[in-house]
């Protein structure tokens, strides 16, 4: 995901339920962790130790989900996905029952075990963050369940979009949102990033829409009924759906571009580098395993740059800069099939062993397909957003093996876990030397394929594989204080450096006629930007903008960085152009990333205003998008 602010070794994890919240939730006395028994992976390899996803209700140690297969319909008029889910389980403890996680918006109305009869099943209270257990009773004969159900409006992972909230504004449009544990909302099922599964569905939706899935296999069988199959196993977030109004473009035999038909030709040129990110991905990273690689630009409303869904990458329209300047986005998502799908978080506070790997990923990919000053820059950026963060966040969100328990997963979004987990294996790689750090690198990935490991997987790997590194590097203040380690590798970058004095020059003379931003990339001009001090003077600002026409960029990211310094920089009434550029921008747009520092930004300059504005754009974005901005705002569900 492309969301930033921009042990023994090798193991397979048995995650447990968290005792207390299974006490709290179902009314009995939890089960005591047990070291769990040998398993493998599709090599054969990877014994199993034991971890606690205190995120999920689940106990994969006595009966574990292995497949999923859906058999949905998708009501656009009612907004409901209703049908069943067919889930084949594992059972090491056949007297256990199997316990799934079900989340606001689903309704269950019968579970039938393996001879179609019926099962009995409780819903345990809601837990705050977590939902509900789902708890069956199994016949000793079961070795799959079917549950019947609904999953309604409150579903948090799918979003609704009317016609007009689409870029053609002539067919409705749905898609979800899984990650972080939001895939429960409308699909019953162990929802931890340690409970891997494979799946396969059959989609039912309006005739003259079109179902894509993420999944290695689409067959079309007939107009509105679509069958899907994914044969290498993932981990619960990664199921994704889209329904609306899709043309396809082909870039080579592996790789092509969905998006609605109006955006199809402009995504298909600014992706046309995609094959070429692919086939260097698999010469830095090893063979890609998932198949196909497509993109889907999904409407304006998704919450995040990207989602790395395996074989069908969703992404925001807000990338189509019409320049390629943005194209690492998909980069960073490409580099998550190995990052990420591949290898997997086992638990939430991990999360900076997918993002972490899949920030340096992408700059190696930038690097070999643009250059390395491209890189640095991209690098030398990063790490401004890094240091911004660190001046807000309290220190217990400072650290990579972040605590989360009793909190939501989103609760550790920052670009902690990316750039500082980036900047700690390029400090790894800083003293072995490339060549060596490679090695390690495709290592990681193939003794790892398609498993979920821990932090302490990653420590003792590193240990047995690079010593050196292990021994030179203060592992322990990296992964578990606060901050960013002062060994941490800035590289040199001539071009920012270049901008950081002519953005100087102006902040002394005020003189903007000084400046031609034509020839500066986008992350010359986001640097440019980001470094103007809070208190600038807005007449200054103004200069600034009838020379380089920020206001005017088509460019999204540009666009936001300029709205929030102006915003920043207020001291009385905004200039009437600012405004009605921000309040359009935040109507059109979902994507977090924007949203939070802006709306935070207008809040504290005028708060009326800003929940005003909150208030007519807020049906228009995701439920991811809406927590946060609920939280910042005080909104309630009363106001």
Known sequence: MNARPSGPLQPRLVLLCLPLLWAASCNQTPPEPESGSPETGPGGENPAVVAVDTHSFAEPERVRVRHVSLDLEADFEQRIVRGSVRLDVDRTDRSAPLTLDVGDGITVSAVEGADQTAREFSIGDPVEHLGRPLRIQLADSDESVTVRYEANVEAAAVQWLEPSQTEGGRQPFLYTQGQSIFTRTWIPLQDSPGVRVTYDATIRCPEDLVAVMSADVRIVKRPGVTEFRLTKPIPPYLIALAIGDLAKRELSERCAVWAEPSLVEAAANEFEDMPSM?????????????????????????????????????????????????????????????????????????????????????????????????AAMEIRNGLTDLAHDLADLEEQDEILHIDLSGRH??????????????????????????????????????????????????????????????????????????????????????????????RTAFLSSGDATQLDRSSWTTMETLRFLRGLPDGTDPARLDDLDQRLEFTASTNAEILAAWLERRVHNNQDE??????????????????????????????????DAARALYERARPRYHAVSRGTLDALLDWSSDD
């Open 278 to 374: 692919l086939a260097i991905s698999e010469s830095l990273f090893g063979p890609y395993r998932w198949g196909r690689y497509d993109v889907l630009v999904l409407p304006p409303a998704f919450p995040f740059g990207g989602m790395e869904n395996p074989c069908l990458t969703f992404a925001t329209p807000t990338i189509l800069a019409g320049d390629k300047s943005l194209v690492a986005l998909i980069a960073h998502e490409l580099a998550h099939s190995w990052s990420g799908n591949l290898v997997t978080n086992a638990t939430w506070r991990d999360f900076w062993l997918n993002e972490g790997f899949t920030v340096y990923c992408e700059q190696r990919i930038v690097e070999a397909l643009f250059g390395p000053e491209r």
């Open 574 to 607: 905004l200039p009437v152009t600012i405004r009605e550029t921000l309040e359009a921008f935040l109507l059109r747009v979902g994507r977090r990333k924007f949203l939070t520092p802006l709306y935070e930004a207008y809040f504290h300059s005028d708060a």
């Open 409 to 502: 997963p989103d609760d550790g979004f920052s670009s902690i876990p990316y750039d500082k987990g980036a900047a700690l294996l390029r400090r790894i790689e800083e003293i072995v030397g490339r060549e060596r750090f490679d090695e390690y690198l495709t290592k990681w990935f193939s003794q790892h394929e398609f498993v979920s490991v821990d932090t302490e997987t990653f420590v003792s790997f590193l240990r047995a594989e690079l010593p050196e590194a292990a021994e030179a590097v203060d592992l322990e203040t990296w992964i578990n204080a606060p901050g960013l380690p002062s060994d941490a590798p800035s590289p040199a970058s001539d071009a920012l450096d270049r901008i950081d004095a002519m």
